[in-house]
């Protein structure tokens, strides 16, 4: 729970805002649909509220959502500490030099990656891009489709790097376990040089005690990463998530019976691959191609 509204993001306090809505609603006994009719809204506006989907939360929502809750005044006040928080200070990425380069599904994820406990990812043809070093993510973007200009390849290069600073923020490093398929690490992306000094920083990330990598090799036969990436985010007070990505669109699974099969999905892949010391090792052997 936050308690210091000065360091609080606003991604983390719409996310605890969220929880905190979903269990007044919860203990006064009331449904979603009993809720917005009193409310007199629509029952997604709700629904963006209780999962901290929105940019700024109205001060006036909340009071009335306290009202219908009965609420007490001390945790009226903390409610709308966190609301306050969303109209006063911004994200990263809702600043004018990275907005441009954030379509609206990505920054859905941004939030929620910015206030996830633990992130567990499997890729098949890239590095992550939480993992990946500035020269690998440039050479990326300078290939995607739609030819980019090197302004806008810059500006993606920069929100790649600032997303990672999860892995430092001061409430607590995300956790990361990463998957990456074999191929991963032997596809020469940004020429020899700049190959050698990807692998160097996914060897460095990895030594980081909250990050896990772990390389399904080409031996493994069909496994369960083989219909694509997919990326699961865990909450310390929310149900987990998956994010799904492709070059057409990007999506959010909420349905839980959809999140569990990916999380069998990663629980059968860390079986498969080898173990984070062998891993390393395949890591370091991989840069001598390059």
């Given at each position: 729970?936050i308690?210091?509204?000065?360091?609080?993001?606003?991604?983390?306090?719409?996310?605890?805002?969220?929880?905190?809505?979903?269990?007044?609603?919860?203990?006064?006994?009331l449904?979603s649909?009993?809720?917005?009719?009193?409310?007199?809204?629509?029952?997604?506006?709700?629904?963006?509220?209780?999962?901290?989907?929105n940019?700024?939360?109205?001060?006036?929502?909340?009071?009335?959502?306290?009202?219908?809750?009965?609420?007490?005044?001390?945790?009226?006040?903390?409610?709308?500490?966190?609301?306050?928080?969303?109209?006063?200070?911004?994200?990263?990425?809702?600043?004018?030099?990275?907005?441009?380069?954030?379509?609206?599904?990505?920054?859905?994820?941004?939030?929620?990656?910015?206030?996830?406990?633990?992130?567990?990812?499997?890729?098949s043809?890239?590095?992550?891009?939480?993992?990946?070093?500035?020269?690998?993510?440039?050479?990326?973007?300078?290939?995607?489709?739609?030819?980019?200009?090197?302004?806008?390849?810059?500006?993606?290069?920069a929100?790649?790097?600032?997303?990672?600073?999860?892995?430092?923020?001061?409430?607590?490093?995300?956790?990361?376990?990463?998957?990456?398929?074999?191929?991963?690490?032997?596809?020469?992306?940004?020429?020899?040089?700049?190959?050698?000094?990807?692998?160097?920083?996914?060897?460095?990330?990895a030594?980081?005690?909250?990050?896990?990598?772990?390389?399904?090799p080409?031996?493994?036969?069909?496994?369960?990463?083989?219909?694509?990436?997919?990326?699961?985010?865990?909450?310390?007070?929310?149900?987990?998530?998956?994010?799904?990505?492709?070059?057409?669109a990007?999506?959010?699974?909420?349905?839980?019976?959809?999140?569990?099969?990916?999380?069998?999905?990663?629980?059968?892949?860390?079986?498969?691959?080898?173990?984070?010391?062998?891993?390393?090792?395949?890591?370091?052997?991989?840069?001598?191609?390059?």
């Open positions: 729970m308690t210091n509204e000065e360091s609080a993001t606003p991604a983390l306090c719409r996310l605890q805002l969220g929880r905190e809505l979903r269990l007044l609603r919860s203990a006064a006994g449904t649909t009993q809720v917005v009719r009193k409310l007199i809204c629509s029952p997604s506006k709700l629904t963006r509220l209780e999962t901290g989907e940019a700024v939360v109205e001060t006036a929502d909340v009071m009335a959502l306290c009202e219908i809750y009965g609420a007490t005044p001390e945790k009226r006040e903390l409610l709308l500490g966190y609301a306050a928080v969303t109209k006063t200070k911004k994200d990263w990425w809702q600043s004018p030099e990275y907005r441009p380069a954030i379509n609206p599904t990505f920054k859905a994820y941004l939030g929620l990656e910015a206030t996830a406990q633990a992130l567990h990812t499997y890729h043809e890239y590095v992550p891009g939480l993992l990946q070093s500035e020269g690998y993510a440039r050479a990326i973007y300078q290939r995607a489709p739609g030819a980019l200009t090197p302004d806008e390849v810059e500006r993606m290069v929100v790649r790097m600032n997303r990672q600073e999860a892995m430092h923020r001061p409430e607590g490093s995300l956790r990361l376990a990463v998957i990456i398929n074999e191929s991963v690490i032997r596809r020469q992306v940004g020429g020899p040089a700049g190959m050698r000094a990807q692998i160097e920083h996914l060897i460095e990330r030594s980081h005690p909250a990050v896990r990598v772990q390389i399904v080409f031996r493994v036969g069909i496994h369960a990463g083989m219909n694509g990436a997919f990326t699961l985010l865990k909450f310390e007070d929310a149900l987990p998530i998956v994010y799904l990505e492709n070059l057409g990007a999506s959010v699974v909420r349905k839980r019976g959809d999140v569990a099969q990916y999380e069998e999905a990663f629980t059968d892949l860390q079986m498969v691959a080898m173990g984070p010391e062998e891993s390393l090792g395949m890591i370091k052997e991989a840069i001598k191609e390059f």
